[in-house]
């Protein structure tokens, strides 16, 4: 499980792209081609 500030994201993990950005990967059950999902976490930019 991820922690993102109050969020909770179960079978979470990060990954880096190339570009430098990151993303936050979640496994999902049930698909099966591609049973992994980006998850949408809203950031505020400062």
Do not use: S, T
């Not at 993990?13 to 992994?36: D, S, T």
């Not at 980006?38 to 930019?45: D, L, N, Q, S, T």
């Amino acid at each position: 499980m991820l922690v993102v500030g109050n969020r909770r994201i179960p079978g979470a993990f990060i990954q880096q792209l190339k570009n430098g950005r990151w993303h936050v990967m979640q496994r999902v059950a049930g698909k099966n081609r591609y049973p992994i999902d980006v998850v949408k976490i809203p950031m505020a930019v400062r």
